[in-house]
Structures are given as C-alpha cells and as structure tokens.
C-alpha cells in the first residue's frame, strides 16, 4: 500500500492533511446548532410569547433553525460535489475522509430539519400556550 | 520526547524475535507487589477495572437477591424499613456507578481501544491507572459505609430534600455523595485517556472513516463522560455542601431549589443510560459484522445514529421529571425527544438486522448472547416509548412497571452484550477458549430467570405496587407475582454460577485459543493471545475498515520507532497521517500514591 505515497499526491488538492474544509464544518455542526437553538429559545421564549401574545416568535424560532440546518445540508452538499469522482466512502486519502464527513454532515443536517419541521407543525395548528 | 518522522516500510526481513525480546524487556510491566501497583499498562488495568467491576456485580446481585426475598411475602420480616432503604439504595448505587459504567466503558474501552487503534499503549497511562484506584477507593468507601450500617439510604439518586440535612442526618448521605465524585472522577480520566487514544494514537490509515464502530462508539461516549459526569458532580458537591457548610442550594426556604437537584441529576442521569447502552452497542455491532462473515451494513447510518445519540441524549432528561409538575410545553418538548431518541437506535437494530440478514450467520455462543440482546432490549425500548408519553408516564410513576423498564434497558442493553463481549474477547484476555456447553446453560439459565423477574413487575407495576417499599398487606393480592418474580432470581444465579465455573475452567484447562479464532478483521486480533506486553511488534497500517479481512499480508508497517525506550506514534486525529513519536511514561507508583491522597481528601471533606 502506497499510503504516504497517495497522501503526497494529494496535498496539491484543496484539502490539507488533518484539515476540514469551513463548508464541511458547518455542515457537521449546523444540524446540532439549529436542533439545539430550535429547542433552547423556544423554551426560553414561550413564556414571553404567550403573556404579550405574539406567537409568530415561536414561529420565526423554527423558521429560522429549520433554514440554519438547511443551509447546512447545502454546503455539505456543495462540497461533496467538488470532490473528485473517484472518492469513496472507505478509502484511505483525504478526499476519501472528507467525502465521509460531507455524508456525515448531510445526514445530521436533514435528519435534524426533519425533526425541527416535525416540532413546529404543532405550533402552526395547535395554540402552544396551551 | 523524540520528534521524528517515523517511516512507513516493509521489515519482515529483520531478525523478528531478536527485535521481539527487546521491545518484550523494554515494555513489561515490573513484578510483585511493589509492581502491581506500578503497573500502567492498558490490557492490565482493563482486566483490573473489569475484574473489579464484576465483583461488585456479584455483589448488587446479591443486594437484589435480598430485595427479592424480603418481597416474596406479604409482611415478611426478613429486613426492616431501614435496612431495606439501604439495600435497594446501595443496589442501584452499586449496579450503575461500580458495575455497569466501570464495566461496559472503563474495563472493555481501556482493554480494547488501544488494540483497535494499533496503539501500544493507552494515552496517558498514569492517568488510566490514577483513574482505577480512584475507582476502587470511590467503592470501599461505598461498601465500607454499608458494613458500618451507615449505608446510603436514599436512593441512587438521593433526591432532595430526602438527602438534605433535615430528613437525612448522620453520614449515609455523605457517603453517597463522596462516592459520586470518586467514581466520577474516575470515568472523567478514563475518557480523556480513551478520547486521546482514538484521536492519536491509531494506526496509519486508519482515517476516520476507517474507524471501528466499536471506536467511533467509545469516542461518543468519551465525550458524554466528558460533558455529563460534571452536572452531577456539582449536584452531589452541592448536596455536600448543604449538608455539611449549611449552605442552602436546595433549601426553599431560604431560596434555593429543590428541582434544580432533580435537573442536575438527570442532565447527567439520562446520558448515563447511552453511556451504558452504547459500549453495548458496539460489542453488538463488532461480533455481529463478525458472524455474519460480512461487513457491517449501514457503517454510515450507524456512525450517524451513535452520535446523533450521543446528541439528542442531553436533550431527554426532563422526561424522568414529568410527575414534578412541569409547565405543558416542556412537557411536550421532552416527549418529543424522548420519542425522536428511539430512531437511531432502531437504526441501529435495522443495520444489525440487515447485516444478519446478508451475512453466512456463524451461530457461536457470543452470537446466542446477541439474540439475547435483540429480544430483551426491544422490549425494553417499546416500554421506553410507553413511558415517553405524559399520560402513561403518569400512571405508572414509582410502580414496578418502570423497575421492570429499566433492568430490561439495563440488562438488556448492558448486561446481555457484556457476556457477548466476554465470550467474544475471553480468548484474546486469556489465551483460551470458553466452553460453549456451558455458556450455553448460563444463557438460558439467565435468559428464563431474567424474564421470570422482570416481565412479571410489569404486571406488579401495573396492579399498582410501588418502588421503594419494604412490604406491603396481604390485601393487595400482589403475593404470587412477587414469587414468580422471587423465583427468577434462582434461575439468574445459577447462571451467573455457571458462568464463574467457565472462567476458572477456561483459564486452567479451555482450548488454548489461536490468535484470532473467530475470524474477526480487528485489528485486536492481529498478535498473540493473550497480547504481549508491548501489543503490536510493528505499529500496523491499515488499507481499509475491515483490517484483518482486507490488507494483503505484506500490509507495510510502521517502523523507526525504537527499541530500548517506551516509544509510541502519534497521529492527526483526522486522517491518521504519522505525526510524531512519543515516549510513554512507564510504570509508575504515582498513579497509586495519588489516588490514596485525593481519596484521603474527599473523605476527610466529607467528614467535616
């Protein structure tokens, strides 16, 4: 196995060794950020929402985390594209890694927009002061 | 330390058993008493702290016996009010903090992460063995206050204000408090030195999504540890300092809350169920991928799952708080998680299923063990989901039906994976085989005493028996489950006899094991069994997930490190590149010395 070989090839690319591109990190985290923020301020916010009246908070709340995840799904995605085609999810170069993230990041980014959309529907139909 | 670029080549050439016996001299661990306690090595303390932990298996199996005896009449005299409080409290203490943690992450993660990762040593290895003693003395202190009749009598949990200075006098609830740091503490370096190892000290090649399952698994966990333990430290350090300085975080009376023990708690207490649950986990997915003779299925999904887990594991804990009167919102939010909890473990079970389903099923006795899990812990999980609901969650608080709940989460997700693992791994610890008879009768033995108990509480549940009480009156016609509950237990002892008799039969006279008998690809498999003492003649490389199964066998190694010192490799915690070579520390008194002094420091502050 050319292991330092194919490491030594690739470091003219775009991707450092021991490096993750910012698109990846955002990607990795913007799932967890929007879940966590979705849950935190609506907590934090109900009761202000509630006693003054102005629902569309809680509303806005969720808009905005599901877009925060969202847009998450969209850098990961934008930089598994920009990989080479010959990447794989097991393979041994950076690339390879990083092709592994981007999954990675895509699957928490839409698996949490999924879970922050199924949360706010009950806002929309139901009172939640209720 | 020597900062160098290690070379990646091919020396099989090389005079091997020369290069052997230097690194065996180099690496062994001193002997006799004075050495026993010096020793830092991984495969040592990961057998202490399992051995250990085991111990204090046996014994919360034999609180639980009590229990079960105390219960299988109306009024029976057996045990008074208060020995009884302080059984089922140093029970649960015992089971979680000295047993299930210990065991599932502390002994199976320290024995086998630096094998997995092709290291020859943990990371930080003084910090390992200081963790160890700590978690020892954390454990004497524990037990010794039940010898004394000054025992925890207050739960697991030791709620307040039950565990505040006003209902609660004398050091029982001291002592639980103080145990809590000390075995804390404990899992907090454990997971550090895990953590490091992981990220370090694997293999070239190994890039990270190379990773075992079993690695990104222990990884998750470490971090939990790492942001879980602390909430209850500060909720038992609190709890000590309400009691002993006259402090009054938890006194409403005078402004403090007594929620915000509850809150601290059960921040720390829902993730130590995934701290539990997911070690066993791993052990699923490893001998799964191994039986079924074909890679795991879904490695992605699954690696999505165990740290989405991980995540949506801090955000659950409220529901163990539904009967304290929450606002209706929180209500909804922490049903809402606590249901969305169940996705990646189910998950997880589909990529096991699917990977079984695909596989040349090897039906051994690990995998019996494994079945054992799937049937257990599904029920353990539908209950879960029963209980995630508000109304149900209502109904049946504090009765048997959430007893029986948890032990099938419990025992399900924990117990049943740690005989796998033990049966999987025994020949690698020991050099030799278990017998697969026996193991048998200590399945089926377990299996059926097992469910006797614990599918019967929850119809005792459901009729309406609470936790916690000694006795109750012949009125309540609750006698002939208690029986068939008692009865069990006969049935899991035997078990447990049977399988103490396969460990000492196997250690004396089992088949001696070769070095990989199951036909595993881990990399753990790649030595002698039981390892030598420096693990890996040459650090390995990796050309793929599935080492063993994949890398041809002139797979380069990593040579250039020396001989006549301790050195090991330390990699980029992305891709594994080699990054620089490090000198382990060595065998060491310290580590022992420390913990007795920080041990003598947390009891004389809970002393005061």
Known sequence: MDLLGKHMADSGRTIEAGKTPLGLWWSLIAGFLALGLDLGLSYMLEQHSCSTGHYYVLHVIGVVCFLIALSGFGTGLVEFRRFPGETSEEGGSRFDRAHFQAVLGMAFCLSFSIVIVAGSIPHWILSPCE | ?608
């Open chain 2, 1 to 608: 330390m020597a900062i160098a670029e290690p070379i990646i080549g091919n020396d099989r050439d090389t005079g091997q058993s020369e290069f052997a016996q230097r690194l065996a001299r180099t690496w062994c661990q001193p002997r006799g008493l004075w050495g026993w306690f010096s020793n830092t090595h991984h495969t040592d303390i990961g057998i202490r702290f399992m051995v250990t932990a085991f111990i204090f298996f046996l014994l919360g199996g034999v609180l639980a016996a009590m229990i079960r005896l105390q219960l299988i009449r109306p009024e029976n005299s057996v045990m008074g009010p208060d020995l009884y409080n302080q059984v089922f409290s140093m029970h649960g203490s015992t089971m979680i903090f000295l047993f299930a943690v210990p065991m599932m992450f502390q002994g199976f993660g320290v024995y086998l992460v630096p094998l997995m990762c092709g290291a020859r040593n943990i990371a930080f290895p003084r910090l390992n063995a200081f963790s160890y003693y700590l978690y020892v003395a954390g454990a004497l202190v524990l037990w010794g206050g039940l010898l004394t009749n000054t025992g925890p009598d207050v739960g697991w949990f030791a709620y307040v204000p039950l565990s505040g200075p006003n209902y609660s006098p004398g050091h029982r609830a001291d002592i639980w408090s103080q145990m809590i740091t000390f075995t804390e503490v404990s899992a907090l370096g454990v997971a550090i030195c895990i953590a490091t190892t992981i990220l370090r000290h694997r293999a070239p090649g190994m890039t990270l999504n190379r990773m075992p399952i079993l690695l990104w698994e222990k990884l998750v966990i470490s971090i939990m540890v790492i942001f879980a333990m602390p909430a209850v430290m500060v909720a038992s350090g609190l709890l000590l300092l309400d009691r002993l300085v006259g402090t009054h975080f938890f006194n409403p009376a005078e402004g403090g809350d007594v929620l915000l023990y509850q809150h601290l708690f059960w921040f720390f207490g829902h993730p130590e169920v995934y701290i539990i649950f997911l070690p066993g986990a791993s052990i699923i997915s490893t001998l799964v991928e191994c039986f079924s003779r074909r890679r795991i299925f879904g490695y992605a999904p699954i690696v999505v799952s165990v740290v989405a887990t991980g995540f949506i594991g801090f955000g659950v804990w409220v529901h163990h708080m539904f009967a304290t009167g929450l606002p209706q919102l929180s209500e909804s939010f922490f049903t809402a998680a606590s249901l969305m909890i169940v996705i990646p473990t189910g998950v997880q079970f589909f990529c096991w299923m699917a990977t079984l389903w695909n596989g040349r099923l090897q039906f051994r006795l690990p995998m019996l063990w494994c079945f054992g899990f799937f049937f257990v812990f599904l029920i353990g999980g539908l209950s879960g989901v029963m209980l995630a609901s508000v109304p149900v969650d209502l109904q049946v608080h504090d009765s048997y039906f959430v007893v029986a709940h948890f032990h099938y989460v419990l025992i399900g997700g924990a117990l049943f994976p740690m005989f796998a693992g033990i049966y999987f791994w025994l020949p690698k610890i020991v050099g030799r085989m278990a017998d697969e008879k026996l193991g048998k009768w200590h399945f089926w033995l377990f299996f059926i005493g097992f469910n006797m108990t614990f599918f019967t509480l929850h119809f005792l549940g459901l009729r309406g028996m609470p936790r916690r009480v000694y006795t109750y009156g012949p009125d309540m016609h609750w006698q002939w489950l208690n029986v068939l509950a008692s009865c069990g237990v006969v049935f899991m002892t035997a078990g447990i006899l049977v399988f103490l008799a396969n460990v000492v039969r196997s250690r004396q006279v089992g088949a001696i094991a070769e070095n990989n008998p199951w036909g595993d690809a881990g990399l753990e498999w790649g030595m002698s069994s039981p390892p030598p003492p420096y693990n890996f003649l040459h650090i390995p490389t990796v050309g793929g997930r599935d080492p063993l199964w994949d890398d041809p066998p002139d797979q380069p190694v990593v040579v250039g490190l020396r001989d006549d010192i301790r050195e090991t490799l330390v990699t980029h915690s992305l891709d594994a590149d080699p990054q620089h070579k490090d000198e382990d520390p060595g065998p060491s008194i310290w580590p022992f010395l420390t913990a007795i002094t920080v041990s003598a420091a947390f009891v004389g502050s809970s002393s005061l």
